[in-house]
């Protein structure tokens, strides 16, 4: 698709120098981390204000011509692919942060902040923003994505920490939605509506997030377990008795040895949890005190303190290069990365038959998870030039994501739809995908927002 | 407006005995506890199914007649009102617990389940579900209104509590939103949506609850300070210290007043709070005296402790029938109740000029506010029979909600829209209005539920 001249010209005559048609900047723009080949979009605005994208988007709404909204391109199943073509709005020069407020414990940033430099900010002020996932990502982009990470069994995912929301819409028109109370009964709560719609519905260009005071005491500590079982039943009877674990997260024995490899550790091979407290001094030695004794009702003898920073830190950093621990198990392989989050009492199955459908698979794999949530990866090696392993890794994929319906789960639980699951959000959703549908058709009529995302067409 | 005929015989003839007309009926299915007069609708039917409701509400969507979801009445701005006639659905009957998952920590119901009878039944197994509103109203209403209550401040709102909905559709089809993962990155937010939606969009027919264990240890305290200053001062640097208190409830003088006389309690007579601490008897233990320790750097000096359990049960049933103590300070008046929510670090000055306010305009009044959300009461005590007393109620009323919004905040914390506060929502949504009015447009395009709510035309 070419774009027309006239609006070509309009773009040009306000971006000038930050709108670009190069190549180089049409591909990178075109590709996210997934496994999708690029689709460039056929032009690329740099965006410094919310005038700029109301702008663009008016412009653009005017010849029909899609526009997809650009943070860091870290999403992992196509969602910002041009894939009808049209034009990407890069936000990621608009990363001012507007107001920090340490009374209301929140802050207004824009919507190309990303997540290291809002904590890098807030740290001299003693908070935090605790949603993590394994990208730099961009605060926009993780609010269109419903993002999670590491933190959200204690903080929850972006859903939970978003207030309000600046949205340009598709006519080019902006609204505010929710505000700087803490709740609110006023209305349709449109600021959950946009975060997770990934930039189908409007493109977000102000956020107003919850923050989180930085806990006087964090402690971390590991723990190997004989079986997948011992380490999930932990992980329920912790919940089960209200202790406030800020991070649970479980490696496989494949993982395990990956990152010891990596990371040059030397932890146990064996099923792993790895656990993080927060809170006062006394309360996080007591909820490890008690996890602990937990822990050995299931059979784990090897529950182990990182007692000061430095361990901590070490753990952690081997926790979050996991993605490239498991790379580097096959050099030159890409890792297809599953998504699925289930009901925790069916999280020990979900996992066991998925471990043993992949090694059944002759591929090599590793699983991570975010367990407290019930949600976990399999990052999946294949040589992309391999276009069997490619099929045999989009098989092992549909198969768990049928397993995780069939246990009354999601087929993704903070990765997200983007073009490489409307499939399965089709199964997911049954008959609320005509609904899904019906607020696209009211709020994009002519589909110009990041055409071929969530909804199938 | 008289139902067609046609209309009430297909009814009738599915309903039988269950479809009602009595004037009685009609009348308690007309009127809300608001200040609001009845407005009757034209039948009432007893639902005992989900196939009941969809079909009632096929039915009425082919002439075209509204349909309003009733469940105890329990609402505070007319939300169950049938302004424009119709069929009003009677949910109470649809009131099983369809299956509690201790592992999973949450539950499946149908929509007449009321809070206390959910509590009765989880008790046993050491569950609890938070959201306490002060009526005991049905969780299908609750999650209708976007409810909350003492315990938000710890556990959210039915936001935060509502994992999966049914819902019977504006054409009488059904939908599932959610599931029972504990998050999901799976397409727009429908679950969000409907919470909240005050039976406009659809009429929910079965919820998926988050549950919590019950806490192993839980204590109350109550406090009187020097002024509302520092008892908000107290909460903000609570909350800002990261101790995870699970109730904080203010009362203004005239309410403590009003609160010993009428529940035979001896509160110093002065701006209170009460608190209360979940979580294991160390930790509880010790967040009571950080606390204390804070409200005593605010010249605070009376902590009391509420030690034994009937103490404590005492203490709150004072603060649950707060609303009867108000209004036992002018016998035969009706109580004018206000929902603003701000920012917390505005709440102190909303809270004082409110009171000056309410105190200029000669009606007796009191206050009662969830202050860890920034949500806050004025109870204005009116006498219905007189229009200009009513006049100035309301008029308090739009002082306190412009007053509300200038400070970055909401007309309603967690009561919602209704009726009583469309004028209100418009001033606080601006353009998003336009959004919610698209919504309800796409996927109700006749306008049959639950009309003249929410949105104003």
């Known amino acids: 698709m070419e774009l027309p001249a006239e609006l070509l010209q309009t773009l040009r005559a306000h971006f000038g120098e930050r709108l670009s048609q190069a190549a180089s900047v049409r591909q990178q723009h075109g590709k996210d981390e997934s496994h999708f080949s690029a689709f460039p979009p056929d032009a690329v605005l740099f965006a410094r204000s919310t005038a700029d994208v109301a702008f663009a988007v008016k412009e653009c709404a005017r010849f029909g011509v899609?526009?997809?909204?650009?943070?860091?391109?870290?999403?992992?199943?196509?969602?910002?692919?041009?894939?009808?073509?049209?034009?990407?709005i890069d936000l990621a020069g608009m990363n001012a942060i507007l107001a920090v407020r340490p009374e209301d414990l929140d802050v207004t940033i824009q919507p190309g902040v990303t997540r290291k430099q809002l904590n890098e900010h807030l740290r001299d002020q003693g908070l935090f923003f605790p949603i993590d996932p394994g990208a730099d990502a961009s605060l926009g982009g993780m609010a269109a994505t419903r993002a999670s990470g590491t933190n959200a069994v204690r903080y929850g995912t972006m859903k939970d920490n978003v207030l309000g929301l600046e949205v340009v819409l598709a006519d080019g028109s902006v609204i505010r939605t929710g505000g700087r109370?803490?709740?609110?009964?006023?209305?349709?709560?449109?600021?959950?509506?946009?975060?997770?719609?990934?930039?189908?519905l409007g493109i977000?260009?102000?956020?107003?997030?919850?923050?989180?005071g930085v806990p006087e005491a964090i402690s971390a500590a590991t723990c190997p377990f004989p079986s997948v079982?011992?380490?999930?039943?932990?992980?329920?009877?912790?919940?089960?008795?209200?202790?406030?674990?800020?991070?649970?997260?479980?490696?496989?024995q494949t993982m395990i040895a990956a990152v010891n490899t990596y990371?040059?550790?030397d932890h146990q091979i064996a099923p792993t949890l790895f656990f993080e407290f927060h809170g006062s001094p006394a309360s996080v030695a007591e909820q490890a005190e008690r996890v602990a004794s937990i822990a050995a009702e299931f059979g784990a003898s090897g529950f182990q303190w990182a007692t000061t920073t430095e361990e901590r830190t070490r753990l952690w950093a081997a926790r979050h290069t996991a993605y490239w621990a498991a790379l580097a198990l096959r050099p030159g392989a890409k890792a297809w990365t599953t998504d699925a989050c289930v009901p925790i009492s069916a999280l020990a199955r979900c996992l066991l038959e998925t471990k043993a459908d992949l090694d059944r698979s002759g591929l090599i794999s590793a699983l991570v998870g975010h367990v407290g949530d019930g949600?976990?990866?399999?990052?999946v090696l294949v040589d992309p030039g391999n276009p069997a392993e490619v099929a045999l890794a989009e098989r092992l994929n549909q198969g768990i994501v049928a397993r995780a319906l069939a246990l009354g789960g999601t087929c993704t639980g903070e990765h997200g739809i983007g073009m490489g699951k409307k499939d399965f959000l089709a199964a997911e959703a049954g008959g609320a995908l005509s609904v899904m549908r019906a607020i696209k058709q009211a709020l994009d009529p002519d589909g110009i927002l990041n055409p071929g995302k969530i909804i199938k067409d």
Do not use: C, W
């Open 263 to 265: 990371s040059k550790t």
């Open 204 to 212: 977000i260009t102000e956020l107003t997030l919850k923050l989180h």
């Open 229 to 252: 079982e011992a380490a999930i039943d932990t992980v329920i009877l912790t919940i089960q008795s209200g202790i406030p674990i800020a991070r649970v997260e479980f490696l496989d």
């Open 66 to 88: 899609p526009v997809i909204a650009f943070g860091t391109g870290t999403s992992l199943e196509g969602h910002i692919a041009a894939i009808k073509g049209g034009v990407t």
């Open 181 to 200: 109370a803490r709740k609110s009964s006023a209305g349709y709560d449109l600021t959950r509506l946009m975060v997770g719609s990934e930039g189908t």
């Open 375 to 379: 949600n976990f990866h399999a990052l």
